[in-house]
C-alpha cells in the first residue's frame, strides 16, 4: 500500500530514459485531444438543444482534464477510464431513466416541440378545384409527364401539360410543366412501371407556369396542394381546411381543438407522478403488476434454493476421495454452464414444444399425457424452473467444490470415529461451514435471476398473457422483461411508464447489494 | 485419504456412481439430442438419437452453402450463420479486451494505492453493476441515438455502440483482479520502486507478469459474458447482416416458422468453440469464481 510521490506533491523526478520523457508527452497529447473531442461533443449537443447529453460530456472532459492534468491527481488516473465507462454508460443512462419516468415519453410523445410543429406545417391536403390525369412518357431514352385536366376546361390554366424529362427533376425543386397542343408522341407507360417509380414521383413537385404547385395525389393524379397548418406568432396553429385553432398544451404535451380533442404526434412533457400514481392505482396495470412482481421473488427464491440443492449434493459427491473417475463426471456436470445460454435456452425451447417436442413424446410414452408448457401459466413456470436449474447448478457446483476444499480433512476423521454418516457429515460438517462464505454469493445469485432477462425472453417470451392488462404482460414475465415489453414490443412504447417500473426494481436491486455488502462486511 | 472405513463403503461407491451417471446422462441428453438433429433429414425434433436418416443439408445451410436435395430442389442457407459468428467474435474480442484493459489499471490503483473515496467508489461501483442493463436500455438507445448524428460510428446498428456499451460492466472483474493481486506481496514492487522505478514500470514489469492467470480468467469471462450479450444487441443492432448470434440464433425458432434442424446446425457450430475453451480453462474458471469473492 504505497502513495505515489506525485500525489504526495513531492518534486516530479526527471526520468533518464527519453522514452519515458516523450511517453509522457504522448500522454499529454492524447489527453489534450480526447479533451477537445469531448469539448466538441459538449457545443454539437448544446446547438442541437440537447442539454442532457451536453452536460454528460461537459463532466466528462472537465473530469478528464482535471484527472490528468493535475498532479496531485496522479493515483486517480488509474482508476478513471473504468470510472468513466461506469458514469458514461451505467450511471448516466440511470439518472436518465429516472428523469424519463417522470415523463410521459411515449411513441405517441416521441419528438421534441420544434420537430412535431414542423410535421404539422410539412403537413399538406388537396385543394379543391382542378386536377390532372398523368401518363408517363417515354421517348426514347427520356420520361416526361403528360397531364390531362379533368372535368371541365378551366378558363385559366392550360387543358394538356407536359413536363420536362423526369431526368432533369432536381432534389428539392418543383419540375416545370408548360402547355401542349396534344400528347407527346412517345410510347405511354403502363401502371407497374407507374408503381415502380411511386417513391420519386411523390417526391416530385410540378409547378405550372402560373406558379400553382402540383403534387401526386393518387396513382393517377396529380393535384395542387396547399399546406394545411398555419403556425400563428403566439404558437398556436390554424388547421387551414377545417378552419379551426389548435392551441399547445404543454400539461399533455399535444396540439388540441377547441373541444379539447388531441392530436398525435405530441411532445414529451413532464408529468411528475402520473406513471408511479398508474402503477399502484390503475388496476389493469395493478393487478399484472403485482401479479409479477410477486412471480420474480418466487422464481429467484426457487431458482436459487434449487441450484444450491443439486449444485451442493452433487459437489459432495464429487469430493468423495474414494469415487474414481471425478475428472470426467466434473467435466460432463459443468457442461451446461460452458454451453452458451442462448444456445441451450433455444434447445429447451424446441424441446418442450407441445406438439413435436422429444419431452412431450417421451412423456407421452411413458406416462401417456403431455402437458401444455406453453399455454398453461403452472406448467410454463415450471419449465422455466426446470431449465433455470439445469442451467443455474453448474455455478453453485463449482463454488461449493471451492469452498468446499478449504474444510479441513480432520473434521470427518473425528466424525467417522465417533461413527457419523455420510448425511451426517454433509448436515453437520460441509453444509455449515460453506453457508457462512456462500451467503452474499447467494443474493447476488438471486439478484442475477431476479433480473434474468435472457431465460424469459428467449423461453417464453412472458406468456400465456394475462388477460384484462392494459399493458402486455404475461404470467412468466419477470419485472425486467415486463419492462422491456412495455418499452420497446407493441405499438405503445410507452417508455415513461416502463421507466418508472425499472426505477422501483433499481430501489430493489440497490436494497439487495447493500444487504449483500452488509452480511459478506466487505473489506476494502 | 479416511482411514477409518465402514464396511457399506462398495455398495456406497457403486450408489454414487450410478447417480452421477443418471445424473449426467439427464445433462448431456439435449446437447447429444442438437448433435443428433442436425444431422437429421427434415426441420423436426421427434426421431431416434441416432439419426435414421442420414444428411448434411443442415451443416451444409449453417456454413453459408447451398443445398441441393435429391429431388433437385437447391435451398438457399436462411441466415448468414458464419457473418454472426464473425460479428460476435469481433465484438466480443475488442469488448474483452478492452474490459480488462480498464479493469487490470483500476484494480492495481484499488489494491496498491491510497486515496480519497476509495472505499467509497468501490462499493458504489458493486452496488451500480447490480442493475442491469436491460433496465436503462432507453437510456441507452437514446444516448446512441444522439450520438450517431455526430459520430456516424457509434451510432445505432453499429458494432462500435454495442462494444462501447459493454465497458460499463466492469466493476465485478475489479473486485476479481483486486483479490488476486492483494495475494500478492506488494514489496517485489517497492523494491523496484527503491531501485528507481516509475509507479507504472512497478505495475507493468513486475505485478502484470505475475497475474497472467487471473488475467486470463477475466479476460475469459468477459469473452463469454460479451458473446452471450442478448438484450442490448437486440436493441442497438437492427439490420441482419450486423446482429450477433445470440440474437441471429433465436429467429430459426421463431413461433410460426420453426427451423430446428437448421438450427442445431448452427448451434453446434457457433457453441461447440466456446465450450470447448470453457471447458479447457475450467480450473482457473472454478479458481477465479471465488478469488475475488470471499475473503471475510
Known amino acids: 500500500m504505497f502513495v505515489t510521490n506525485a500525489s504526495r506533491g513531492l518534486p516530479r523526478h526527471r526520468s533518464r530514459h ?3 520523457r516523450y511517453g509522457r508527452w504522448a500522454l499529454r497529447t492524447l489527453t489534450a485531444l480526447l479533451v477537445l473531442a469531448t469539448l466538441w461533443l459538449v457545443v454539437a449537443f448544446h446547438l442541437r438543444g440537447q442539454w442532457m447529453f451536453s452536460l454528460l460530456f461537459l463532466v466528462l472532459g472537465a473530469s478528464l482534464a482535471i484527472v490528468f492534468g493535475k498532479r496531485e491527481w496522479m493515483s486517480h488516473r488509474y482508476i478513471f477510464p473504468a470510472l468513466a465507462g461506469m458514469g458514461v454508460f451505467v450511471i448516466f443512462p440511470l439518472v436518465y431513466t429516472i428523469g424519463i419516468s417522470f415523463s410521459n415519453y411515449s411513441s405517441s410523445n416521441l419528438l421534441g416541440e420544434e420537430r412535431v410543429r414542423a410535421q404539422f406545417l410539412d403537413r399538406t391536403y388537396q385543394a379543391e378545384g382542378q386536377a390532372f390525369d398523368f401518363q408517363l412518357v417515354r421517348e426514347g431514352n427520356r420520361t416526361r409527364l403528360y397531364l390531362e385536366a379533368q372535368g371541365a376546361v378551366d378558363p385559366e390554366g392550360a387543358r394538356q401539360l407536359v413536363s420536362l424529362p423526369l431526368a ?15 400528347a407527346p408522341s412517345g410510347e405511354a407507360l403502363g401502371m407497374r412501371e407507374v408503381i415502380a417509380r411511386r417513391d420519386r414521383l411523390q417526391r416530385l413537385t410540378l409547378v405550372t407556369p402560373e406558379g400553382i404547385e402540383l403534387k401526386m395525389a393518387g396513382l393517377r393524379r396529380f393535384a395542387p396542394m396547399l399546406p394545411r397548418f398555419e403556425a400563428n406568432p403566439d404558437g398556436s396553429l390554424t388547421d387551414l381546411r377545417e378552419g379551426i385553432l389548435l392551441t399547445p398544451d404543454q400539461e399533455t404535451g399535444f396540439f388540441v381543438t377547441e373541444d379539447g380533442e388531441r392530436l398525435t404526434p405530441g411532445w414529451p412533457v413532464a408529468v411528475g407522478l402520473d406513471n408511479y400514481t398508474r402503477i399502484f392505482t390503475d388496476p389493469d396495470i395493478r393487478g399484472p403488476f403485482l401479479q409479477i412482481f410477486v412471480w420474480t421473488f418466487v422464481f429467484a427464491g426457487l431458482t436459487v434454493v434449487f441450484t444450491l440443492a443439486v449444485g451442493f449434493v452433487l459437489a459432495t459427491l464429487l469430493q468423495w476421495d474414494q469415487l474414481k473417475g471425478k475428472a470426467i463426471y466434473r467435466t460432463l456436470l459443468i ?10 435456452i433455444l434447445i429447451f425451447k424446441g424441446m418442450f414444444n407441445q406438439n413435436h417436442g422429444e419431452i412431450n413424446l417421451i412423456l407421452e410414452n411413458l406416462f401417456g399425457i403431455s402437458p401444455d408448457w406453453f399455454t398453461d401459466p403452472s406448467t410454463a413456470r415450471t419449465m422455466l424452473l426446470i431449465v433455470n436449474t439445469w ?12 469452498l468446499i476444499q478449504s474444510i479441513p480433512r480432520d473434521l470427518y476423521e473425528a466424525s467417522a470415529v465417533d461413527g457419523g454418516g455420510p448425511l451426517t457429515n454433509m448436515m453437520r460438517i460441509t453444509l455449515p461451514l460453506i453457508l457462512k462464505p456462500l451467503t452474499p454469493l447467494l443474493i447476488a445469485a438471486f439478484a442475477f435471476n431476479f433480473n434474468n432477462f435472457v431465460l424469459i425472453a428467449l423461453l417464453t417470451g412472458g406468456k400465456p398473457d394475462i388477460l384484462g392488462a392494459s399493458t402486455p404482460a404475461g404470467t412468466t414475465d419477470l419485472l425486467v422483461s415486463y419492462t422491456y415489453r412495455i418499452a420497446f414490443q407493441d405499438a405503445g412504447q410507452q417508455f415513461g411508464l416502463a421507466a418508472a417500473i425499472a426505477t422501483l426494481i433499481f430501489l430493489l436491486v440497490i436494497g439487495l447489494s447493500w444487504l449483500n455488502l452488509r452480511l459478506s462486511k466487505v473489506k476494502v | 485419504m479416511a482411514m477409518v472405513q465402514p464396511r457399506s ?22 446437447l447429444l439430442l442438437v448433435i443428433s438433429i442436425s444431422f437429421r433429414e427434415g426441420n423436426f425434433a421427434t426421431g431416434s438419437l441416432i439419426p435414421e436418416r442420414f444428411s448434411l443439408e443442415h451443416w451444409a445451410l449453417a456454413l453459408g452453402i447451398p443445398w441441393e436435395r435429391t429431388d433437385g430442389t437447391v435451398v438457399q442457407p436462411p441466415f448468414p450463420v458464419l457473418l454472426w ?9 475488442a469488448s474483452s479486451l478492452m474490459i480488462l484493459a480498464l479493469s487490470t489499471t483500476s484494480a492495481y490503483a484499488f489494491a496498491r494505492m491510497r486515496f480519497k473515496g476509495k472505499a467509497p467508489i468501490l462499493k458504489g461501483m458493486l452496488i451500480f453493476q447490480m442493475f442491469p442493463a436491460v433496465l436503462s436500455l432507453v437510456a441507452l438507445y437514446a444516448l446512441f441515438d444522439r450520438l450517431g448524428q455526430l459520430v456516424p460510428w457509434l451510432g445505432l446498428n453499429t458494432h462500435g455502440a454495442l462494444i462501447l456499451a459493454s465497458l460499463g460492466a466492469v466493476a465485478l472483474h475489479i473486485w476479481t483482479i483486486k483479490g488476486y493481486f492483494e495475494s500478492i506481496d506488494g514489496s517485489l514492487e517497492e523494491a523496484a520502486m527503491v531501485d528507481g522505478a516509475s509507479t507504472w514500470q512497478a505495475f507493468y514489469h513486475i505485478l502484470l507478469p505475475l497475474s497472467v492467470p487471473i488475467l486470463m480468467v477475466v479476460f475469459i469471462l468477459a469473452f463469454i459474458m460479451s458473446i452471450m450479450e442478448y438484450p442490448m444487441a437486440s436493441v442497438l443492432l437492427l439490420d441482419e447482416d450486423k446482429l450477433t448470434l445470440a440474437v441471429g440464433a433465436q429467429q430459426y425458432l421463431a ?29 482457473w474458471i472454478a479458481g477465479g469464481l471465488t478469488a475475488g469473492g470471499v475473503k471475510g
Open chain 1, 18 to 20: 527519453p522514452a519515458e
Open chain 1, 168 to 182: 432533369q427533376a432536381v432534389e428539392g425543386q418543383p419540375l416545370a410543366i408548360e402547355p401542349t397542343e396534344a
Open chain 1, 335 to 344: 457442461l451446461p454452464y460452458a454451453v452458451p445460454a442462448f444456445i441451450s
Open chain 1, 391 to 402: 442451467l443455474g447448478y453448474p455455478y453453485m457446483l463449482l463454488l461449493c467444490m471451492g
Open chain 2, 9 to 30: 463403503i462398495r455398495a456406497r461407491k457403486l450408489g454414487a456412481h450410478l447417480a452421477l451417471l443418471g445424473f449426467a446422462s439427464l445433462v448431456v441428453f439435449p
Open chain 2, 85 to 93: 459468428l464473425w460479428n460476435s467474435i469481433k465484438v466480443a474480442m
Open chain 2, 255 to 283: 413461433d410460426h416458422n420453426q427451423r430446428w434442424g437448421d438450427f442445431a446446425a448452427a448451434a453446434v457450430l457457433s457453441g461447440l468453440p466456446i465450450t470447448l475453451a470453457f471447458l479447457l480453462c475450467q480450473r
